[in-house]
């Protein structure tokens, strides 16, 4: 199955004012799209640290649910490379948009369930059994997500800014962050402990299938882009594109899953794992944590795109390692103003964190994304992005938990962080800057 005739000469012959209509659509599509699909993904991030423990892993003691808890966390990172191969094939066989449109109806469905799923004190050993399912289904749609929602926005536009389109998909993880984190910040704020845990937290999985409405209404008006549509024309698409992409192309898959691991592994440690660690100390709640997240996230609304216009005009390369090697010197600062220091300053050192974050997350979608050719961008992009997600993000508030067990001090998950940043530096110097090369190889190729 490939892209029907009429919608390939649309989408390759498109005037200029059509085009310029399509760019702002598929950068509004890309960037309310993962809105939707992260705003899912936060909220769980979020209920595994203040509800899952005692609610679905009654029976264990504090550090043990936590880890229980963790583990369906990381669950859902594993799955991700999985939902990168599948939709990576049919982003790369059928299109990004109708791709698209199918993983934000498998994550909107799958969070609104967990909304309804009863705790293991009403249904035992199922509850847990179908919250790791669901789970695996959100971490399917999220890894089929990313990449082609980068790919609408940067293979329409104009290619001496495709650093600052391909952001815009970006954006959608601060915005799903702030609609996650600020929704539990709201009701954990204003309902009491009890009712909170008992069906307050659910209200924002619900409210998911609203947004996957409007997200739907968007996706349905954007055409294909003209970058896929020309390979179309040419006959240039591939009939197992992973498997062709794996073949030739796994050092890229690679490089771009290694230069992630600064980028989402702190993240996960920023934004999910303080919220157990500063709750230790009596005299910080949980909603003084989420708030200082929430002004971070918005501060990151702001700083990707920035980070990303820089990208276009200095290097990608030059952006990222520097977004890097900031990661890497708060690493024992931040720790050490989390465990000593008072309110204001871990306030302070949450956002200066995400600062961090941003410098990278901005210019990586672009960086990653114009390292694969067009019919096999789709799965290559997808497959380098959530590869990381396995050894990074998933496990790292796992790992931070069992570290600070194991050895008693923070300072272990400094390290942890510092040598993430090792391996993120030694991949980015090995992949090639293709900030200001023409990545349109199918108009490349026909010259």
């Given amino acids: 199955m490939t892209l029907g005739d009429n919608e390939v000469t649309q989408s390759v012959q498109a005037s200029s004012g059509d085009r310029r209509v399509q760019v702002r659509r598929a950068a509004l599509a890309g960037s309310i799209g993962t809105t939707i699909e992260w705003y899912d993904f936060f909220l769980y991030n979020t209920a595994a640290a203040l509800v899952f423990p005692h609610l679905f892993f009654p029976a264990s003691s504090a550090y043990a649910g936590v880890m229980q808890s963790f583990a369906t966390y990381a669950v859902g990172f594993a799955a991700r490379p999985v939902g990168a191969a599948i939709f990576g094939h049919w982003g790369d066989r059928l299109g990004r948009k109708a ?48 990449s082609g929602s980068v790919l609408l926005a940067m293979e329409w536009g104009d290619q001496r800014r495709r650093g600052l389109l391909a952001s815009f998909a970006q954006v959608g993880v601060p915005v799903g962050l702030v609609l996650g984190t600020g929704g539990m910040t709201l009701l954990s704020a204003t309902l009491s402990p009890e009712a909170f845990s008992s069906w307050g937290w659910r209200i924002p999985f619900l409210l998911s299938l609203v ?113 890097s090697l900031l990661t890497g010197v708060i690493a024992f600062p931040y720790f050490t103003v989390l465990t000593h220091s008072g309110h204001a300053m871990i306030f302070l050192a949450i956002i200066v964190s995400l600062v961090a974050h941003s410098m ?14 067009t019919h096999l961008r789709y799965g290559g992009a997808g497959l380098g992005y959530q590869l990381a997600s396995v050894f990074a993000g998933g496990p790292a508030p796992l790992l931070a938990t069992w570290l600070l067990h194991a050895t008693g001090t923070p300072y272990s998950i400094s390290i942890y962080i510092v040598a993430s940043v090792v391996v993120t530096a030694v991949c980015v110097i090995a992949l090639p800057d293709r900030s200001k090369a023409d990545i349109d190889d199918v108009r490349v190729y026909a010259r």
Avoid: C
Avoid at 113 to 136: H, S, Y
Avoid at 218 to 223: E, G, N, Q, S, V
């Fill in 99 to 146: 791709t698209l449109i199918v993983t934000l109806l498998l994550m909107g469905v799958s969070s609104a369930i967990v909304g309804l799923l009863p705790g293991a004190a009403t249904i035992g050993i199922a509850a847990p059994l179908i919250l790791v399912l669901l789970r695996l289904v959100q971490g399917i749609a999220i890894g089929g997500e990313w």
């Fill in 360 to 373: 990278q997350y901005g210019p990586q979608a672009a960086l990653i994304g114009e390292s694969f050719p």
């Fill in 211 to 323: 947004l996957v409405a409007i997200g739907l209404v968007i996706r349905l008006r954007i055409m294909e882009t003209p970058m896929f549509a020309a390979a179309v024309a040419a006959k240039r698409t591939s009939k197992a594109p992973v498997k062709d992409v794996v073949r030739h192309h796994w050092r890229e898959i690679l490089l771009s899953a290694g230069l992630r691991f600064s980028e989402q592994m702190p993240f996960y440690l920023f934004t999910s794992y303080v919220l157990v660690y500063v709750v230790q100390r009596p005299e910080f709640s949980k909603t003084f944590v989420l708030n200082a997240v929430l002004v971070g996230a918005a501060a990151e609304l702001l700083l990707i795109p920035l980070f990303s216009q820089f990208s276009d005009r200095i290097g990608r390369k030059r952006v990222y390692l520097t977004g």
